[in-house]
T-cell receptor, first 116, second 116 residues
Framework: AQKVTQAQTEISVVEKEDVTLDCVYETRDTTYYLFWYKQPPSGELVFLIRRNSFDEQNEISGRYSWNFQKSTSSFNFTITASQVVDSAVYFCALSEAWGSQGNLIFGKGTKLSVKP | GAGVSQSPSNKVTEKGKDVELRCDPISGHTALYWYRQSLGQGLEFLIYFQGNSAPDKSGLPSDRFSAERTGGSVSTLTIQRTQQEDSAVYLC??????????????FGPGTRLTVL
């Protein structure tokens, strides 16, 4: 069965600290897609990244980086030099290529608080 | 429009009443999804539309929930005889629809439903 686990419910850091948000997934499909979304206090889910199961290259976008490891079924997200504006709930999600119509399976989310 | 829009942003209703929630997807997006976000259950998939048809209604929690989409654009989610457990934020997302399981979904701001 497909599942996404974000074991960290809440994380609190001080500005400029680095922080890693963990995501572990389960799927029987060999082709699948992984996503991260940010949900700031305003409530709207903002797309951050999409990664397919055949591309294990790590990705960096400014202060954000993602580490995809199929061997451990993990897709972790690191924010370097965190800022107060990074405070939000972050969701990891899975979409399977077969047997679904693209509906996303979400983790429970990690609430990140960055204090000045 | 530039993004996915939803209305109303907030809806308070009495138990037993019917409610309609509206979603206007990104222009040109043929795939449309409804999700529900509640404290206890996290983000749950409800229904998927490709054009005007709904090939996947597997997430609708009961027969009190229905949805339709007209003209391949606007969608309405209807909840009949609302119950207190229906209180949640209802999120709509749309994607290009060319390859639903791989396309990135873009979310609207949601409708917060409160059933008294």
């Amino acid at each position: 069965a497909q599942k996404v686990t974000q074991a960290q419910t809440e994380i609190s850091v001080v500005e400029k600290e680095d922080v890693t948000l963990d995501c572990v997934y389960e799927t029987r499909d060999t082709t699948y897609y992984l996503f991260w979304y940010k949900q700031p206090p305003s409530g709207e889910l903002v797309f951050l990244i999409r990664r397919n199961s055949f591309d294990e290259q790590n990705e960096i976008s400014g202060r954000y980086s993602w580490n995809f490891q199929k061997s451990t079924s993990s897709f972790n997200f690191t924010i370097t030099a965190s800022q107060v504006v990074d405070s939000a709930v972050y969701f990891c999600a899975l979409s399977e290529a077969w047997g679904s119509q693209g509906n996303l399976i979400f983790g429970k989310g990690t609430k990140l608080s960055v204090k000045p | 429009g530039a993004g996915v829009s939803q209305s109303p942003s907030n809806k308070v209703t009495e138990k037993g009443k019917d409610v309609e929630l509206r979603c206007d997807p990104i222009s040109g997006h043929t795939a449309l999804y409804w999700y529900r976000q509640s404290l206890g259950q996290g983000l749950e998939f409800l229904i998927y539309f490709q054009g005007n048809s709904a090939p996947d209604k597997s997430g609708l929690p009961s027969d009190r929930f229905s949805a339709e989409r007209t003209g391949g654009s606007v969608s309405t989610l209807t909840i009949q005889r609302t119950q207190q457990e229906d209180s949640a934020v209802y999120l709509c997302a749309s994607s290009m629809g060319t390859a639903p399981s791989t396309d990135t979904q873009y979310f609207g701001p949601g409708t917060r439903l409160t059933v008294l």
